[in-house]
């Protein structure tokens, strides 16, 4: 990696010196080296800057990816529930109608019943009256 910087900084100054004008190449070789060098570094700067930023822009995607994926297993989550208590609800409704059923023909049987108990003690009466 210390290689590629390296040459990455040496093609930064190629890149530098096909830029400068002709009359800065007259300049003392000096002060343009320091330029040339000045010019690299600030384009390697440049570079990392570019290179964090896109690792930013990475990571803030894969944080809204997971988030959107949370979301979306939580409303799965609250529909399975809904569905869960829809069907207990449906279930207990069924229960309490099975269970009125039932009192309603215990009452009915009660009151066959005693229709009939008093039928055979009026018929008892009536016997015993005949007699």
């Known amino acids: ?21 002709v009359a800065v190449a007259a300049a003392p070789q000096k ?6 060098e000045k010019e690299a ?3 390697a700067e440049q570079q990392e800057k570019e290179r964090l930023m896109r690792e930013k822009q990475q990571r803030e995607a894969e ?7 949370a979301k979306r297993l939580k409303a799965l989550e609250a529909e399975e529930l809904a569905r869960k ?6 279930l207990k409704a069924l229960e309490e109608e099975r269970q009125a059923k039932l009192a309603r023909e215990a009452r009915q049987q009660e009151v066959r019943a ?4 008093e039928k055979q003690e ?8 005949a007699a």
Do not use: G, I, Y
């Open 1 to 21: 990696q210390q290689q590629q910087q390296e040459e990455a900084v040496a093609q930064m100054k190629m890149e530098v010196q096909a830029r400068e004008p």
């Open 31 to 36: 002060e343009q080296k320091e330029r040339e």
């Open 41 to 43: 570094k600030r384009m």
């Open 63 to 69: 944080n809204a990816k997971r988030e959107k994926e």
């Open 85 to 90: 208590q829809k069907e207990e609800r449906r």
């Open 114 to 117: 005693k229709a009939e108990a």
């Open 122 to 129: 009026r018929e008892r009466a009536a016997a015993a009256a």
